[in-house]
């Protein structure tokens, strides 16, 4: 975790995430997205560049009126790394090219709330720390996969 005093400027601090959402709903049941994006941070180590980019690709599908599954990908396109094959190679003050995330998550719905709670291998809450540092593999299993929960209310007036 980085620390006030490693910042000296208070920008320094920032960062910004853009997204672009595509998305189609094949029938009732069925729908997918596509979204380029781009993360900027303002403060990295020396020759590591500011700006990343990705794609995510996403699907929900209603298995009854009040339950969906849902999945997600998402692939960053920057490499850190002037060697991008060389995996688990560190460079730039220790960072690691990120690695591709994935979540898949049940949605359970009733007449004000919907429930959803994912198996992923996103650590960060902001998107942009997901897509600049994740090294967490869905394949590798416990401890990468990490469970989390989100709920809506929906407001019927």
Avoid: C
């Avoid at 692939?75 to 090219?97: K, R, W």
């Amino acid at each position: 975790m980085k620390k006030k005093e490693n910042f000296a400027l208070r920008q320094d601090r920032y960062s910004f995430f853009h997204q672009l959402i595509i998305s189609r709903r094949f029938n009732p049941n069925f729908s997918m997205q596509f979204a380029p994006s781009v993360s900027h941070y303002n403060l990295v180590p020396e020759g590591m560049p500011n700006d990343i980019f990705a794609v995510a690709f996403g699907a929900r599908h209603k298995i009854s009126a009040q339950t969906a599954i849902m999945l997600e990908y998402s692939l960053p396109i920057t490499n850190f790394m002037e060697n991008p094959d060389a995996s688990n190679v560190t460079d730039f003050n220790g960072a690691l090219n990120p690695v591709p995330g994935f979540s898949v998550g049940m949605e359970f719905v009733t007449s004000s709330h919907a429930f959803q709670v994912y198996l992923s291998t996103y650590n960060g809450i902001v998107p942009q720390a997901n897509y600049f540092k994740n090294q967490n593999s869905f394949l590798d299993g416990f401890p990468d996969i990490l469970i989390g929960f989100t709920i809506t209310r929906n407001y019927n007036f």
